[in-house]
């Protein structure tokens, strides 16, 4: 979306529309352009200006005294705001105002300052889910194109390919916690599986990572080779609603001796039977406190 009228304005930075138009008339905050009928639109630059002097306000700052900041004072003034490592919001807000623009050194920059901050997984459960939730509702909600979340998720899979990549080896003939992941046939949704495979070799798990898009039948004979104590997949889209119950009771025959650990929203369906073996956590969070019970 290259233009925004000043409802949207006023979804993306939670400033009501009457009180931007206050702050244009006043402090010349933005210079939108206006119809033959005098409607106003915004630009990208414009809404990324707005997000940034909310970001401000919202710690203090008065109006009268961001409004005369150009856009790289501001932008310079947010960064030091997100330097404080418990201030999740206003990172998120930063790095949303520069995805919606496109500014990939900035959106580095931001990942780079909260992970220093931070540590990987807090960064990714504090900062970078939080992120792809607003853009996800705002892309669902029609005021975005789907162009930033396909920004934002290539940004983190490179990300969590790097920090997976960092971490001590571990052998699998060394350790009794094997674990494979995968996601069904079809099923591209690869982030979640992404991090929850950095977690579990950052706990000393190994973990034989198979990826998206991944026949069943190919599951048993990886299963007799390789005899994972733990079987770990993510339902997003897939497998098709009406086919989730029968999809696990094959998953387990393919892998009996195997606990699943199924993800997701089609994880969560209620009024299936579900297998004895078979572990749904809802959240992340409770992913990660299965981990400390194996």
């Known amino acids: 979306m290259s233009a925004y009228s000043i409802s949207d304005l006023e979804q993306f930075s939670g400033i009501k529309a009457h009180t931007i138009r206050m702050w244009e008339q006043r402090y010349q905050l933005l210079r939108p352009a206006r119809s033959a009928t005098n409607i106003r639109s915004y630009s990208g630059s414009d809404l990324r200006r707005l997000l940034n002097v909310a970001t401000l306000c919202q710690h203090g700052k008065r109006i009268s005294q961001v409004a005369s900041l150009n856009d790289e004072e501001l932008s310079t003034a947010v960064l030091n705001y997100c330097a404080d490592a418990h201030d999740y919001n206003s990172t998120v807000n930063a790095l949303l105002a520069a995805l919606l623009v496109f500014d990939e050194p900035a959106l580095d920059?931001?990942?780079?300052?909260?992970?220093?901050?931070?540590?990987?997984?807090?960064?990714?459960?504090?900062?970078?889910?939080?992120?792809?939730?607003?853009?996800?509702?705002?892309?669902?909600?029609?005021?975005?194109?789907?162009?930033?979340?396909?920004?934002?998720?290539?940004?983190?899979?490179?990300?969590?390919?790097?920090?997976?990549?960092a971490l001590p080896a571990v052998l699998p003939d060394k350790v009794l916690r094997r674990w494979v992941l995968f996601l069904p046939e079809n099923e591209l949704h690869e982030l979640a599986l992404l991090f929850m495979n950095y977690a579990l070799r950052r706990r000393g798990h190994h973990t034989l990572y198979l990826g998206q898009d991944l026949p069943l039948s190919e599951l048993q004979a990886v299963c007799t080779a390789y005899q994972p104590h733990r079987v770990l997949s993510v339902f997003t889209t897939q497998p098709e609603r009406g086919a989730v119950a029968e999809y696990v009771a094959a998953l387990s025959h393919q892998c009996p001796g195997s606990e699943l650990v199924l993800y997701g929203p089609l994880a969560r369906l209620e009024g299936l039977t579900w297998p004895a073996n078979c572990h749904r956590p809802v959240t992340m969070t409770d992913f990660l406190a299965l981990l400390e019970t194996v």
């Open 109 to 165: 920059l931001l990942f780079s300052e909260a992970t220093r901050q931070l540590g990987f997984e807090e960064m990714m459960l504090r900062v970078a889910y939080p992120l792809l939730q607003r853009i996800g509702v705002l892309w669902t909600a029609g005021y975005v194109s789907p162009a930033p979340e396909h920004l934002l998720s290539h940004l983190l899979r490179q990300k969590m390919a790097a920090a997976t990549e």
